[in-house]
């Protein structure tokens, strides 16, 4: 299918809602954490997918998650929207996008021109303090410049004093990235949205997602209970095809 046979195909509904995955930005350098050349073929996903595993790490040998960080920071640091983001930020543009709910946390929805976007497994460069849960969002260039940083400091007690120095809060506390790590539940709020929207929906988009990660993956299936229409796009395996009313690899 041609963005044009889909654009034309789309705009014969009220009210559309993607929902997109990892897939959708390997076009922009960013490899899926689970495909070939991801991070979980070089970390392992249950000890670096998980907050405390990374404080362990971080505690007893910075310098491993400091290489971690710098490998997933730089390579989405440095990624730039492709075709299917400002597909979609063109179709919010033109009224036919609602909304645009997302299992990415690389900010590139945003980069390429949508307003409404839904983080569900949060962003990248937008931090919170987990003692007054004041948010505050950095730059590409600031996050890099603090990971080079880090990089470029020997010795462990020197690596956790500047960690703790760029982290702390006015209250005290320390900030940490909106990340949703394995284990950790879904921001209520956000994903309330999603659920809403979905709902809403007559068409529902899946973007690069395999939909094997709960609860991500149930939302297609709200969508579909409310009576929506389902057009899966993927180049790979997805969970999505087998409800899909229709299924396609060809946008990537």
Known sequence: ???????????????VVALTGAGISVKSGIPTFRGKGGLWE?????IYGTLSGL???????????????????ETICNAKPNKIHFFLAELEKKGNLKSVITQNVDNLHQKAGNKNVIEIHGNFFRWFCKKCRKEEIFSEDEIMEFLKNLKSIKGRKNLIKKYYEFTKCECGGHLRPSIVFFGELLPEKEYRKAEEEVKKCDLILTIGTSGVVAPASTLPLIAKENGAKLIDINPGESSFKNIADFSTPSLF
């Open 42 to 46: 070089k970390y392992n996903p249950e």
């Open 1 to 15: 299918m041609k963005y044009e046979e889909l654009y034309e195909f789309v705009k014969k509904f009220k009210y």
């Open 55 to 73: 404080t362990k790490v971080f505690l007893f040998s910075p310098s491993k998650v400091v290489n971690f960080a710098f490998e997933f920071g």
